[in-house]
């Protein structure tokens, strides 16, 4: 912390065996004192322990070397968030999807920092920082704050990398624990409920709103790769759906595209709508619309659910798929994971542990012929 001549002439200086090492008397805080290019500086070595003040002296020393070395010591946090949106939109390894959401958090970022934009990076604390996270934390959500905090750590690195700084001080904030959705999804016949609302509402794409509906729940893909499904990418006679996701970036993860197996009601409901466009050429897109949320939000109040969102249909697909004995591994290859079902494993393990219940009441050693038991073939023990 540089202090003013005004500040530091009234304070009482204890001077060390350590080269450009002094102590303040009064507060017992240890501090730099050295000549660069002339000037004298001081830096507050915020210990007040001496071990601990020597080990620190040389970190800033070495540091305000590299800011005068470098010539961008005065770069402000502004800038600094200028250069980050310029290196994610420049990395040929975003997709445009996850640079228009570290967009859209870097703006929420600049809404609630608490110092002023104008202020010099290297004068930024940790205090401004936590300061920040206090009243971010209580607005938006864990994951949106712990996206929020990488993208701040991120404008510090690239103040470190053009010598503004030494240090990080955004890392003096923690992470929030994330906690999975609770899910609370719509029964069959509250969802045949709910899709026909949707198709009845009366707007001009209330019907295509209602497939695009069904088509989430009875595929499970993600939004952002029902758009690009094409009629080329349905095989009505193997009953299975090529999923290719973005034209340029494929998929969400490695982007490698996937099969995914079409159950009875993804069927219908393809024949039906490909039945009503017969001259559908192969490249044109299956779903006529790509998002009905507001058609969602109307169709639940009337039908008196909880309001769910596109990405919940596909917590509806998975469910379903597994209350059905679908194996979770299984279901996760068709949902596109690439951990080998772990994450579902954490959002649909107790679904499992369910269905596992419930097997295991039609297991019985006693009761008679009759009851609906799975009996086993008579086999002779073997001694």
Same mark, same amino acid.
């Given at each position: 912390?540089?202090?003013?001549?005004?500040?530091?002439?009234?304070? +009482?200086?204890?001077?060390?065996?350590?080269?450009?090492?002094?102590?303040?008397?009064?507060?017992?805080?240890?501090?730099?004192?050295?000549?660069?290019?002339?000037?004298?500086?001081?830096?507050?070595?915020?210990?007040?322990?001496?071990?601990?003040?020597?080990?620190?002296?040389?970190?800033?020393?070495?540091?305000?070397?590299?800011?005068?070395?470098?010539?961008?010591?005065?770069?402000?946090?502004?800038?600094?968030? &200028?250069?980050?949106?310029?290196?994610?939109?420049?990395?040929?390894?975003?997709?445009?999807?996850?640079?228009?959401?570290?967009?859209?958090?870097?703006?929420?970022?600049?809404?609630?920092?608490?110092?002023?934009?104008?202020?010099?990076?290297?004068?930024?604390?940790?205090?401004?920082?936590?300061?920040?996270?206090?009243?971010?934390?209580?607005?938006?959500?864990?994951?949106?704050?712990?996206?929020?905090?990488?993208?701040?750590?991120?404008?510090?690195?690239?103040?470190?990398?053009?010598?503004?700084?030494?240090?990080?001080?955004?890392? &003096?904030?923690?992470?929030?624990?994330?906690?999975?959705?609770?899910?609370?999804?719509?029964?069959?016949?509250?969802?045949?409920?709910?899709?026909?609302?949707?198709?009845?509402?009366?707007?001009?794409?209330? +019907?295509?709103?209602?497939?695009?509906?069904?088509?989430?729940?009875?595929?499970? @893909?993600?939004?952002?790769?029902?758009?690009?499904?094409?009629?080329?990418?349905?095989?009505?006679?193997?009953? &299975?759906?090529?999923?290719?996701?973005?034209?340029?970036?494929?998929?969400?993860?490695?982007?490698?595209?996937?099969?995914?197996?079409?159950?009875?009601?993804?069927?219908?409901?393809?024949?039906?709508?490909?039945?009503?466009?017969?001259?559908?050429?192969?490249?044109?897109?299956?779903?006529?619309?790509?998002?009905?949320?507001?058609?969602?939000?109307?169709?639940?109040?009337?039908?008196?659910?909880?309001?769910?969102?596109?990405?919940?249909?596909?917590?509806?697909?998975?469910?379903?798929?597994?209350?059905?004995?679908?194996?979770?591994?299984?279901?996760?290859?068709?949902?596109?994971?690439?951990?080998?079902?772990?994450?579902?494993?954490?959002?649909?393990?107790? @679904?499992?542990?369910?269905?596992?219940?419930?097997?295991?009441?039609?297991?019985?050693?006693? &009761?008679?012929?009759?009851?609906?038991?799975?009996?086993?073939?008579?086999?002779?023990?073997?001694?």
């Amino acid at each position: 912390m540089k202090e003013s001549a005004s500040q530091i002439k009234p304070a +009482k200086w204890e001077p060390t065996n350590t080269p450009n090492l002094i102590r303040n008397k009064s507060s017992g805080t240890f501090y730099a004192r050295f000549r660069l290019n002339g000037k004298l500086v001081w830096r507050s070595l915020e210990t007040s322990i001496h071990t601990t003040a020597k080990l620190k002296l040389q970190d800033v020393i070495g540091g305000e070397r590299k800011l005068i070395a470098a010539g961008d010591g005065q770069i402000t946090f502004e800038q600094a968030g &200028k250069l980050y949106l310029e290196r994610i939109d420049k990395d040929p390894n975003l997709k445009p999807r996850t640079k228009a959401y570290n967009t859209e958090r870097y703006a929420a970022l600049l809404k609630t920092w608490t110092t002023p934009l104008s202020q010099k990076l290297r004068n930024i604390k940790p205090d401004n920082c936590l300061e920040w996270a206090s009243g971010f934390a209580v607005k938006y959500s864990a994951s949106s704050f712990n996206h929020s905090l990488g993208i701040l750590r991120e404008i510090f690195e690239i103040g470190i990398d053009s010598g503004a700084r030494f240090d990080n001080p955004a890392r &003096k904030v923690e992470r929030l624990p994330e906690r999975s959705k609770r899910l609370t999804l719509p029964e069959p016949d509250q969802f045949e409920r709910f899709v026909r609302e949707i198709e009845q509402a009366g707007g001009g794409f209330s +019907k295509g709103c209602a497939e695009l509906v069904q088509f989430f729940a009875f595929t499970g @893909l993600r939004k952002t790769e029902a758009q690009y499904v094409t009629w080329g990418d349905i095989d009505f006679q193997k009953r &299975k759906m090529s999923v290719r996701g973005h034209p340029e970036t494929g998929t969400k993860g490695n982007g490698d595209p996937r099969i995914v197996p079409l159950i009875e009601e993804a069927v219908l409901l393809l024949q039906e709508i490909h039945s009503e466009r017969p001259d559908a050429a192969p490249g044109d897109p299956v779903m006529s619309v790509r998002e009905c949320q507001k058609a969602m939000n109307r169709a639940a109040i009337i039908v008196g659910m909880k309001r769910i969102t596109h990405h919940d249909l596909r917590h509806l697909f998975a469910t379903r798929c597994i209350e059905s004995g679908v194996d979770i591994p299984t279901v996760s290859r068709w949902l596109g994971h690439k951990d080998g079902g772990a994450l579902a494993m954490r959002v649909y393990g107790h @679904l499992r542990d369910q269905h596992s219940t419930e097997m295991a009441r039609r297991v019985s050693f006693s &009761k008679p012929a009759g009851d609906n038991i799975l009996r086993l073939p008579k086999m002779e023990a073997v001694i």
